[in-house]
């Protein structure tokens, strides 16, 4: 095998089901790498960090955490947050420390239906019978959670506290991920971008925003390109499914908007996502967009869908597209057979639909 099908992958499965999906997806790439279109090997580290890890050292990684994964090929990632843990400090101490510190500014989002999975959408008219098929690009670098404020700036007292937080947005911040949308809408069957800011309430960041937006769409007189508010881009999701292909939106808002995108495909469990350095001077990450999901964590039930469908963009990422492809293949075949577990309508466990997957691959 060439040194350009050998990978080391850092897993770093964290709290809840982050481990389950994890390890389901450890299993499927297994196979994949013995049986798929072609040969890859896969040598994993894996990282014990997250909120346990917390409960020890009183941090979520170690203080080197980033230095020990500079030199993967790329990051697995599960998912972070438990109750024992204030959530903006889990965030910070571990997902959000390696997206910023290797610089992961692009955070691709893919939303589509797939075969089998019943989605509030489905059915209602408009969306009868379309394939749905959206990829929402997230700012990921600057933004909303750029950590900027701060707290008690008030001297007045008990009750009169005063927090700041900021947005910080800057024009080559906006432009390189404006840029990347109207490059992969090239790609794509529907060449068509719709920028998302909520510019008439924000006046300097959000118009910054729209005003880069627009100067590189000028470039791409190919690629349809439209705005829209993000309010009424919420509405847009629901009501008019059809008409988006490539979204890109703050940090803020394409979290929430993906978040949405993935309840209309039909559950969190299906998402799948990439925070991706794009220069590759850093590894890249991929992980489910969901969270720990505590509620069910621990009963063998989590949706590893989402998880298996970051595992093809890593793979695409690493350059085995025809690997990838079998993947995704999988996944829709899976989900089609009706392998599927509860959140999504089924029965099926998270290991009964791993199985159900490997067995198509
Ligand atoms: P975070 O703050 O980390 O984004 P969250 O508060 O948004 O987390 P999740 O952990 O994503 O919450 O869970 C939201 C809901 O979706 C929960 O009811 C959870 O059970 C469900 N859910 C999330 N992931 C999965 C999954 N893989 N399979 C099944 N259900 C899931
Ligand atoms: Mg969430």
Redesign the pocket.
């Known amino acids: 095998m060439s040194a350009r099908h050998r990978f080391t992958i850092a897993a770093v499965p964290a709290d809840g089901?982050g481990t389950e999906?994890v390890d389901a997806t450890r299993t499927a790439l297994a196979e994949l790498a013995r049986r798929g279109p072609e040969p890859f090997e896969i040598t994993w580290r894996e990282f014990d960090w997250g909120s346990h890890y917390y409960a020890e050292h009183g941090r979520m990684m170690p203080e080197d955490g980033l230095d020990r994964l500079r030199d993967m090929d790329a990051i697995f990632f599960g998912?972070?947050?438990w109750p024992t843990v204030p959530?903006h400090v889990s965030l910070w101490g571990l997902r959000l420390a390696i997206c910023q510190g290797f610089d992961q500014w692009a955070n691709i989002r893919p939303v589509r239906f797939l075969p089998g999975v019943r989605s509030p959408l489905r059915g209602t008219q408009g969306a009868q019978d379309r394939a749905l098929d959206w990829v929402v690009i997230r700012e990921n670098s600057e933004g909303e959670y750029a950590g900027l404020g701060g707290r008690n700036l008030s001297a007045r007292g008990p009750g009169h506290e005063v927090a700041v937080q900021s947005a910080l947005f800057t024009e080559a911040g906006c432009e390189r991920i404006v840029r990347y949308a109207f490059d992969l809408a090239r790609t794509r069957q529907r060449p068509k971008v719709t920028g998302v800011t909520k510019s008439n309430a924000q006046q300097y960041g959000m118009v910054l925003w729209d005003e880069v937006f627009d100067r590189v769409a000028e470039e791409y007189p190919d690629v349809e390109a439209e705005r829209v508010l993000v309010d009424a881009m919420a509405a847009r999701f629901v009501l008019q499914p059809e008409s988006l292909s490539v979204v890109v939106a703050s940090n803020l808002h394409a979290d929430i908007l993906s978040d949405l995108g993935s309840a209309l495909a039909g559950?969190?469990?299906v998402a799948a996502s990439a925070n991706l350095n794009p220069e590759r001077r850093f590894p890249s990450m991929f992980e489910?967009v969901?969270?720990?999901?505590p509620?069910?964590a621990g009963q063998g039930v989590?949706?590893p869908i989402?998880a298996f469908g970051s595992a093809a963009l890593m793979l695409d990422h690493l350059g085995l597209r025809a690997a990838a492809a079998a993947l995704e293949a999988a996944i829709a075949e899976t989900t089609g057979a009706g392998a599927l577990?509860p959140?999504i309508g089924g029965t099926a466990t998270t290991d009964e639909v791993t199985k159900a997957l490997v067995d198509r691959l």
């Open positions: 089901v999906v998912a972070v947050g959530d559950s969190l469990g489910p969901h969270g720990s999901a509620d069910i989590a949706n989402g577990t959140d």
